[in-house]
């Protein structure tokens, strides 16, 4: 007798949404700050370094739970490079815009980087917790009167 356990598929969600849900908060009170304390743009360079992030952060872990249900067996291979080319985009976004002249200028480089380090820690923060609550048993326990190996 056996029996097949049926995990749930939308649970890769659920570390998305907490991990998307902390960063949007924390690109929400780093505009508000920065539009009090400051200009235009303290305020642009808080949204632009903040949505940038938590889109990079967001395109790879959707990435990741793409990978982990179609072929769970490369998901560790695709995880490490997802985190190498996430890397990779935020410095090619950050060089684009040192080039392009908009940084200094319309943007607040201080700012900026204020909002990559505060979406990065309240996304990691949310994804954590988000994680913990899902309960996912590390082990399926053994049903009373059965022997270990299904025999009887």
């Known amino acids: 007798m056996t029996t097949e356990s049926k ?3 939308r649970r890769g969600v659920v570390p998305l949404l907490g991990a998307l849900l902390a960063g949007a908060v924390a690109v929400g009170v780093l505009a508000a ?3 009090l304390t ?5 305020v642009a360079g808080a949204l632009v370094g903040g949505l940038v992030t938590l889109a990079v952060f967001a395109l790879g872990v959707g990435l990741v739970s793409l ?4 072929l769970p067996s490369a998901s560790l291979l695709v995880a490490l490079l997802t985190y190498t080319l996430q890397l990779l985009v935020l410095a090619l976004v950050v ?7 908009t ?3 319309g943007i607040s480089r201080g700012w900026f980087a204020a909002g990559v380090i505060a979406v990065t820690v309240l996304w990691l923060a949310g994804q954590v917790l988000a994680a913990v609550r899902q309960r996912i048993p590390a082990y399926e326990a053994a049903v009373p ?3 270990p190996g299904g025999e009887r």
């Not at 990978?67 to 179609?70: K, Q």
Request: charged share 25%; hydrophobic share 40%; net charge negative.
């Open 7 to 9: 995990q749930d598929t």
């Open 33 to 35: 700050i920065a539009a």
């Open 38 to 42: 400051g200009g235009s743009s303290e």
């Open 67 to 70: 990978v982990a249900r179609v």
């Open 95 to 101: 060089a684009a815009l040192e080039r392009s002249g």
């Open 103 to 105: 940084a200094g200028d």
């Open 145 to 147: 009167g059965e022997a």
